[in-house]
């Protein structure tokens, strides 16, 4: 479709059109596809969609940094650059930057990460709600956000209001998580850190809120670790804890056994991936912003993923090199790395890294003025405006860039070394050591031609180890440094890609590949008689299940003469998988001590940090978690997550009120009437009917029959919505009616619910509803149902009530050992009543 303003003719595309190029654009990939089309395809508030393809995005990328790249000497073409991103082949602007950058529809950030912060009287309830409120005006720019609560008094700490004394920590983690929840990008949620000083008196109740049912849904947590408690911990002597964390002289002091603190942190972790591990001393001592930490760049805390530790109201835009890209002859005897050309595109990146920065600046811009033209009054716009000026200043003043990998286990993999040995680990050492000096040896080229960032000062960062550790590995990068300055404040990371490794269809930033091939499934149109059905799920729906083989495992198969066509048995595949060098180098493969010795030697030469999960086998014991741990401390990690399979899977514990039985949302008797949606559904061939009572939004009784049948219950499709009525017969028992509008606005009421259903639905409708009464969570119920041992011929019942309050489960809910029907992944939660994996993006809506 074409459509015509006052200059040039526009062309637009419906979802399926752009998703059907897409398509063709990725060769076949569906998942990739959709990704692109959902996340990153340009598109206005009205869903109208204007590219068609990822080429039409990189040509809108490459015209607005080749603008930038005019204002300075020796400018990159507008073609050097598509030619550098186009088909994601070698550098990839990665979330904010891919949607922002040339987007006339949307006033965003192109910042992928934030940190805020207060100066002060920090803890004050006015420095708390005007966190509250920066944090919710970033998101709803795109931005990802992380602030510390170490400045929160402790619980108990006497105030003068009329509380008289602190309510604590945890309560502002409610708070700021539920904020999260509550704003929307575009389809997605934003993202959250929050953070803790161990040497808080607080951080017990911190380490433990996300254990407890229904707290703190809408965030990530990690505690910082200083060294004097992992010396503690080792030589099993006492620690202080004391608030304000760094005063001479605080007002409260508390000597603690700090085994006991990290045995806990240990069994979260074990239990529920959570809290992450922040090595906060390691962070400090390696910062070469915090050379300026008088001048306002001191590090408070870290964005959602944990890979760039920022100081208050400093952002970052990040931007992947795929190292698959540089290996020739990949999975030959010949597989040489390109050396030349990787160090040639790190200058381009790190180029166009800052050329991002200008563009920035001009978004930041159009906020201010957007925020300026809004007609509320102006002390309601006053924090916002103040926010985006600070965030101005700091990207400004810094010009700190995010140049990151992606595709690090196939390109360790196409050089067949393999992912955790000793001699895949050197070389990936060596490839980040490159990245470290060509990068900085960039900056130091910008500088001399665009001029340094405001607050250089080479005596300032004289003593810190990770620029002493450029200097002994190249000392004429480093006196150059020393002549002409930096453009830049800092300028590497290594951020999650799980989109970015989609699209570019590599393995995910540093992680090795999660599985060479597997099995994935399409569902079955019950109408489709010449369909194969392999495979039916809990609530009836029947699917074909198809072997998928990960892009570059199945190029390994082209260039050593396997056959793509051929339909494998389990055992072929996992002979072919044997004869590869993925075979022992997946995820769940690696030795877990080594990806963290690993981790450590690549921390050396990243100035920010790195995003990384160590996967860990269910049978692992807490006490290896603690020693993996201790491990990454001692290898210069600074900061560790560690998920061990299906460790998500029903760890958390109710809210102890509740198990006391104390009260639910909901009132110890029936309302007379009650708000109803209805919900429609199919299980093979019949049709189904469910109406939920809710009260507040959450279900509170559930009646599910037949549809459109001699049997059942006839009401207009267009009807989604009315009330439940309970009221009497005329021999006195209890009925339910429902009743709704017409298009005329008149009621029309359909009587006896209970008699238009099978009276043994009738009464597991019952049942069930007691027990949404009383408060279950609806994942629980769901659980519930699905384990009900029912006769065949009410199965499909069963499963329909299940699909029906599927809905209504909060976003965020883990579930309960079930995995991803893409990539296995056990790493699923429920997202808008959709089952949602959180590795690889795919999705099923019950």
Known sequence: MKIADQSNTITTYSIDEAYRKSLDYFKGDDLAARVWVNKYALK????????????????????????????????????????????FKYIIPQGSPMTGIGNPYQIASLSNCFVIGNEG???????????????????????????????????????????????????????????????????????????????????EDFIDAKMEQGKVTGANVSVRIDDEFMKAVEAGQSYLQQYPIDS?????????????????????????????????DTIIRESVPDCYADLGYK??????CGEIPLCPYDSCRLLAINLFSYVEKPFTAKASFNWELFKKHIHSAQRMMDDIIDL????????????????EDPELKRIEKNLWVNIRTKAKEGRRTGIGITAEGDMLAAMGLRYGSDEGSAFAVQIHKTLAIEAYRASVTAAKERGPFAIFDADREKNNPFILRLKEADSQLYYEMLEHGRRNIALLTIAPTGTTSLMSQTSSGIEPVFMPVYKRRRKVNPNDKEARVDFVDEVGDSWEEYVVFHHRFKQWMEVNGHDLTKNYSQKELDDLVAKSPYY???????????????????????????????????????????????????AGCKGVTVYRDGSRSGVLI????????????????????????????????DKWIAFIGLIEGRPYEIFTGFADDEDGILIPRWVNNGVIIKSRDADGGSRYDFQYKNKRGHKTTIEGLSYKFNPEYWNYAKLISSTLRHGMPIEKVVDLISSLQLDEA????????????????????????????NCNSTNLQYQEGCLTCKDCGSSKCG
């Open 299 to 304: 590090t408070v805390s870290t964005n959602p």
């Open 654 to 685: 109710a809210n102890t009120a509740t198990e006391q039985g104390s009260q639910s949302i909901f009132p110890t008797t029936r309302p007379p009437v009650l708000e109803a949606e209805i919900v429609r559904f199919q299980n093979s061939k």
């Open 121 to 203: 009287d920090s803890d004050s309830y006015g420095g708390i709600m005007k966190i509250d409120q920066e944090q919710v005006q970033l998101m709803k720019r795109r931005g990802g956000v992380g602030h510390d609560l170490s400045h929160i008094r402790p619980k108990g700490s006497p105030v003068k209001n009329s509380a008289l004394t602190s309510t604590g920590i945890v309560p502002f983690m409610m708070r700021y998580s539920n904020s999260t929840r509550e704003v929307a990008q575009d389809g997605r949620r934003g993202a959250l850190m929050l953070s803790i000083a161990i040497k808080h008196p607080d951080s």
């Open 44 to 87: 206005d508030s009205y869903g109208t969609i204007y590219e068609g393809t990822p080429d039409d995005m990189h040509r809108r990328i490459a015209s607005e940094i080749a603008r930038i790249e005019q204002r300075y000497p020796n400018p990159l073409s507008e073609a050097e650059i598509f030619e550098l991103i186009r088909n």
């Open 794 to 821: 009410i199965n499909t019942w069963k499963n329909g009530v299940a699909r029906a309050l599927k809905r209504y489960i909060p976003d965020g809910t883990e579930t309960k050992k079930q995995r991803c029907q």
């Open 248 to 280: 001479k002289t605080p007002l409260y002091k508390k000597e603690i056994d700090p085994t006991v603190l990290w045995k806990k942190i240990v069994h979260n972790a074990w239990s529920s991936a959570e809290p992450g591990i922040l090595f906060w």
């Open 360 to 375: 920035e600046l001009e978004k930041i811009d159009a906020i201010l003025q957007k925020i300026a033209e809004d007609p």
């Open 584 to 634: 022992k180098s997946t995820s769940n493969d690696v030795d877990y001590l080594k990806k963290v010795q690993m981790q450590g030697d690549i921390q050396k030469w990243v100035d920010h940090s790195i995003s990384v999960t160590i996967n860990m086998p269910a049978e692992v014991t807490e006490d290896v978690v603690g020693q993996l741990y201790m491990a990454a401390w001692k």
